[in-house]
T-cell receptor
C-alpha cells in the first residue's frame, strides 16, 4: 500500500506570495491532518479534515486554510506569506471514523522557505 | 493549554549504552500517549503507543515506555542503543475527549556514536 504523498517536496517563495501544498492520503484513509514543524516550536497542529469537512483547527491565523476533496486528497493554502512561515509542513492520514482515533501515518513533508 | 515537554534536546550516547528520554505533559484528564521517531531523511514513524491497560508498553526495535499517571510522564527507554537508533524522537499526546489531533513535544535528537 502506498504511503502518504506530499507535493511539492520543496518550495521557495517570497514574502507576500501565497502557496498551495497538496497531500494524498493512504488509500482508504478519510482523515487528513496538517502540522507545521519548525526547529523552535516543534510540530504544531494546523487542522484536520474528515469527509471534506474541517473537523478541528489549531491556533493559526486565518492566512492558513485548507480543504479536502471527495477522494480524500487535501490541500492547504497559506496566503500573504511571512518569513516565519518557513517550515516543514507535514500531512498525516488515518482511518479515523467519527469519534474514534487511529494511528496517524505521516508523509515526507513539504519544505517551504520564505525569502 | 495542553503542553508536552521533552527536556532533553540533544542526547549523545555510545553504542550499547542505555537510553531514557523524558516526556511530561500538562493535561489532567485521560490521554493517549505516543512516541514517534524520525530517522534522517525519513518520515515520522510510530514507535509505540499507550491507550489503556498495562502502563509499560513495548514498541518496535526494542523500545519501551512507561506511563506514570501521578507524574504525568511517559518516558521512552531502550536497554542498549545502536548506531541505527540515531534519529529525532517526539513524544505526543492526544486528549481522549478532545479533538482528533496530537500535541507534540519539541523533540529530542539522539546521536549514537559507534
Amino acid at each position: 500500500k502506498a504511503g502518504v504523498t506530499q507535493t511539492p517536496r520543496y518550495l521557495i517563495k517570497t514574502r507576500g506570495q501565497q502557496v498551495t501544498l497538496s497531500c494524498s492520503p493512504i488509500s482508504g484513509h478519510r482523515s487528513v491532518s496538517w502540522y507545521q514543524q519548525t526547529p523552535g516550536q516543534g510540530l504544531q497542529f494546523l487542522f484536520e479534515y474528515f469527509s471534506e469537512t474541517q473537523r478541528n483547527k489549531g491556533n493559526f491565523p486565518g492566512r492558513f486554510s485548507g480543504r479536502q476533496f471527495s477522494n480524500s486528497r487535501s490541500e492547504m493554502n497559506v496566503s500573504t506569506l511571512e518569513l516565519g512561515d518557513s517550515a516543514l509542513y507535514l500531512c498525516a492520514s488515518s482511518l479515523t471514523t467519527s469519534g474514534g482515533f487511529n494511528e496517524q501515518f505521516f508523509g515526507p513533508g513539504t519544505r517551504l522557505t520564505v525569502l | 493549554a495542553q503542553s508536552v515537554s521533552q527536556h532533553n534536546h540533544h542526547v549523545i550516547l555510545s553504542e550499547a549504552a542505555s537510553l531514557e528520554l523524558g516526556c511530561n505533559y500538562s493535561y489532567g484528564g485521560t490521554v493517549n500517549l505516543f512516541w514517534y521517531v524520525q530517522y534522517p531523511g525519513q518520515h515520522l514513524q510510530l514507535l509505540l503507543k499507550y491507550f489503556s491497560g498495562d502502563p509499560l508498553v513495548k514498541g518496535i526495535k526494542g523500545f519501551e515506555a512507561e506511563f506514570i499517571k501521578s507524574k504525568f510522564s511517559f518516558n521512552l527507554r531502550k536497554p542498549s542503543v545502536q548506531w541505527s537508533d540515531t534519529a529525532e524522537y517526539f513524544c505526543a499526546v492526544k486528549i481522549t475527549t478532545g479533538a482528533n489531533n496530537l500535541f507534540f513535544g519539541t523533540g529530542t535528537r539522539l546521536t549514537v556514536i559507534p
